[in-house]
């Protein structure tokens, strides 16, 4: 389903993956610095997480500026949480490089405020561009040291923008839950030489659902 979400003076183009029965969670979704939400890999996930029940939401903010891409994303949060079409109990939030950054940002702010009320549940960082290519003495770890709430980091093990050791120090001092996922000898692109790309994206669309399934369940109990 094809909506346009209305964005200061202007609209951002987005997409509902819907799932045949009524879904409780959603996952909002967004895409790197490049492309847009037809980018092949955001496709491929808000497929299967529809085929699997869960609705996904994913749509276009072009612009390099960080602080931008949150107050879009933040937007659509809004758009979603005051939807009659799809009332949900909470949601997801997922980017793909610079939108991840985008997605840990909104969350970092939204936990300072006075409106955090439970309704985003977690963080999926798919190629979290923790550093710029050999730029490692910079990190853009900041806003993932604040966040409290679950988070899934879903990286290739030869990132050029997202040093293994580096995540994995980066994790350790965080007070969220996390996971790491490795997808071995992928690069920011998540390209694997030896690998075709469906290949590839199977494996983040199963660790993906799967993390969300975990999660989902924890909230009920």
Same mark, same amino acid.
């Given at each position: 389903v094809k909506v346009k979400i209305p964005?200061?003076?202007k609209y951002l183009d987005a997409i509902f993956s819907v799932p045949e029965k009524k879904s409780a969670y959603g996952v909002i979704l967004t895409h790197g610095a490049g492309g847009d939400?037809?980018?092949p890999h955001l #496709?491929? &996930?808000? /497929?299967?997480?529809?085929?699997? =029940? $869960?609705?996904?939401?994913?749509?276009?903010?072009?612009?390099?500026?960080?602080?931008y891409r949150t107050?879009?994303?933040?937007?659509?949060?809004?758009? #979603?949480? &005051?939807? /009659?079409?799809?009332?949900?109990? =909470? $949601?997801?939030?997922?980017?793909?490089s610079m939108g991840s950054r985008a997605a840990a940002s909104l969350i970092r702010q939204l936990s300072q405020g006075d409106d955090?009320?439970?309704?985003?549940?977690?963080?999926?960082?798919?190629?979290?561009?923790?550093h710029r290519p050999k730029l490692q003495s910079k990190l853009?770890?900041?806003?993932?040291?604040?966040?409290?709430?679950?988070?899934?980091?879903?990286?290739?093990?030869a990132d050029e923008m997202c040093e293994?050791?580096?995540?994995?120090?980066?994790?350790?001092?965080?007070?969220?839950?996390?996971?790491?996922?490795?997808?071995?000898k992928a690069n920011h692109g998540m390209a694997v030489k030896g690998r075709t790309t469906d290949d590839v994206m199977e494996e983040i669309n199963a660790e993906v659902f799967s993390?969300?399934?975990?999660?989902?369940?924890?909230?009920h109990k």
């Open positions: 964005f200061g003076n939400m037809n980018f #496709l491929s &996930l808000a /497929d299967y997480l529809a085929a699997h =029940g $869960v609705l996904c939401l994913r749509f276009t903010c072009k612009g390099l500026n960080v602080a107050k879009a994303f933040k937007t659509v949060v809004e758009y #979603l949480k &005051l939807s /009659d079409d799809y009332k949900l109990s =909470g $949601v997801f939030l997922a980017g793909r955090d009320d439970d309704f985003i549940q977690g963080l999926i960082c798919l190629s979290y561009p923790l853009r770890d900041e806003d993932l040291l604040f966040i409290r709430c679950p988070v899934l980091f879903v990286s290739g093990s293994k050791q580096l995540l994995e120090g980066v994790a350790s001092k965080m007070k969220a839950p996390k996971k790491i996922h490795w997808i071995d993390w969300l399934r975990e999660n989902i369940e924890l909230v």
